[in-house]
């Protein structure tokens, strides 16, 4: 984008030009945001399996020692 004076309507190629920087920064940041939550998943996954696991372990029945 060329240099422009502060107070310098756009013209129409530098509309443009900010038009597609401004894509580009959309899909970078949705490429990112969905990353992130596809992230999310696999740790709430995760985080789900481990408390089932544990609430299994102490489901079971505790074997009692014979003396």
Same mark, same amino acid.
């Given at each position: ?28 940041? +949705?490429?990112?945001? +969905?990353?992130? +939550? ?28 014979? +003396?």
């Amino acid at each position: 984008m060329p240099n422009l004076k502060h107070g310098e309507p756009l013209q129409g190629r530098d509309l443009i030009s900010l038009a597609q920087k401004l894509a580009r920064d959309a899909e970078k940041h +949705a490429i990112l945001s +969905a990353s992130l +939550a596809s992230q999310a998943d696999r740790l709430m996954v995760a985080g789900l399996r481990q408390l089932e696991l544990k609430q299994a372990d102490e489901a079971k029945p505790r074997r009692r020692a014979v +003396a």
